[in-house]
């Protein structure tokens, strides 16, 4: 049988679950208390450091969050300077638009002209070489 706590009842005392015997076996072990102290010991050192590292990895989102507070602003004179440019460059008569007479009168135009074909446009290629062929 091994004199010394297991990995597991080492684990216990760290998350503060561990048993009166494992307890009392701390108190009378020197290395079983040694290797809970460099345990604890290195696990602070990650908490440190993974603190620190959460921090320097927040800083930057800090600084650029403070940033952009003016952000808005500059948004806001950018559209006021496009509004003013726009009621000075364009033109205040807004252009002629055609009426429905005209519209229709252009639509009759083109039917008119499909109509008149002797030969739909998708077969023009074909009766240009029945023409060619004939001569």
């Given at each position: 049988?091994?004199?010394?706590?297991?990995?597991?009842?080492?684990?216990?005392?760290?998350?503060?679950s561990?048993?009166?015997?494992?307890q009392?076996?701390?108190?009378?072990?020197?290395p079983?208390?040694?290797?809970?102290?460099?345990?604890?010991?290195?696990?602070?050192?990650?908490?440190?450091?993974?603190?620190?590292?959460?921090?320097?990895?927040?800083?930057?989102?800090?600084?650029?969050?403070?940033?952009?507070?003016?952000?808005?602003?500059?948004?806001?004179?950018?559209a006021a300077?496009?509004?003013?440019?726009?009621?000075?460059?364009?033109?205040?008569?807004?252009?002629?638009?055609s009426?429905?007479?005209?519209?229709?009168?252009?639509?009759?135009?083109?039917?008119?002209?499909?109509?008149?074909?002797?030969?739909?446009?998708?077969?023009e290629?074909?009766?240009?070489?029945v023409?060619?062929?004939?001569?």
């Amino acid at each position: 049988m091994n004199p010394h706590l297991s990995d597991d009842q080492i684990a216990e005392v760290l998350i503060g679950s561990a048993t009166s015997a494992t307890q009392a076996h701390l108190l009378a072990c020197a290395p079983c208390r040694s290797k809970l102290a460099t345990l604890r010991g290195v696990m602070g050192q990650f908490r440190m450091d993974a603190e620190e590292q959460s921090r320097a990895a927040l800083r930057p989102i800090a600084i650029r969050h403070s940033r952009s507070r003016f952000k808005p602003l500059y948004l806001s004179l950018a559209a006021a300077g496009l509004a003013i440019v726009g009621l000075v460059v364009l033109p205040k008569d807004p252009p002629s638009q055609s009426t429905p007479l005209q519209i229709d009168t252009a639509l009759l135009s083109q039917v008119d002209v499909q109509v008149s074909r002797s030969v739909p446009e998708a077969l023009e290629p074909l009766s240009q070489l029945v023409i060619s062929e004939g001569n």
